[in-house]
T-cell receptor
């Protein structure tokens, strides 16, 4: 079964700083990759997804992620964070042929105004 | 509104009680899930149903029993509640198109369960 690792547990940034959150997965076959965001007290919302094609994926709110197959990575980036980006970020992966989605442990992002 | 909805939003109960959480989606999806999110925000899948058929059943105590009366509903019944069951439970749904699972999951608002 696939698994997901998020290396950063808690990231603290000032507004306007650049963001990169790491995500690595382990699975030998074709995968679908996702980043979800959970704002305080809310449910998970999809930020962006990768199924195939261009490995650089653009999502909502200025986020993007790059799929690097050779590194089994799908890191999330944003050039300039805002206070409103304070949230928990989850990377997720599922193999192309099943419904079993695995989530990383999450990275808490705190943006200081 | 099209969405995944859960009831109740909050549930506070005593140890040993039996409780149910309901989930409904009106997105036309054919697959539904239950996740448990603990106090450290770790999200763990519990069950998945596709067209009312159980397809994922992780290592979850027998006290947890999902029921899917139709494709749009997936309920979770918990018997003999324990302190460790306190968590936020999220329902989600997705659409499986043909042989490929796109599996973009849409989440409900969560049910915060507190066992005293």
């Amino acid at each position: 079964a696939q698994s997901v690792s998020q290396h950063n547990h808690h990231v603290i940034l000032s507004e306007a700083a650049s963001l990169e959150l790491g995500c690595n997965y382990s699975y030998g076959g074709t995968v679908n990759l996702f980043w979800y965001v959970q704002y305080p007290g809310q449910h998970l919302q999809l930020l962006l997804k990768y199924f195939s094609g261009d490995p650089l994926v653009k999502g909502i709110k200025g986020f993007e992620a790059e799929f690097i197959k050779s590194k089994f990575s799908f890191n999330l980036r944003k050039p300039s964070v805002q206070w409103s980006d304070t949230a928990e970020y989850f990377c997720a992966v599922n193999a192309n042929n099943n419904n079993d989605m695995r989530f990383g442990a999450g990275t808490r992002l705190t943006v200081k105004p | 509104d099209t969405a995944v909805s859960q009831t109740p939003k909050y549930l506070v109960t005593q140890m040993g009680n039996d409780k149910s959480i309901k989930c409904e989606q009106n997105l036309g999806h054919d697959t539904m899930y239950w996740y448990k999110q603990d106090s450290k925000k770790f999200l763990k899948i519990m069950f998945s149903y596709n067209n009312k058929e159980l397809i994922i059943n992780e290592t979850v105590p027998n006290r947890f029993s999902p029921k899917s009366p139709d494709k749009a509903h997936l309920n979770l019944h918990i018997n003999s509640l324990e302190l460790g069951d306190s968590a936020v439970y999220f329902c989600a749904s997705s659409l499986r198109r043909g042989s490929r699972s796109y599996n973009e999951q849409f989440f409900g608002p969560g049910t915060r369960l507190t066992v005293l």
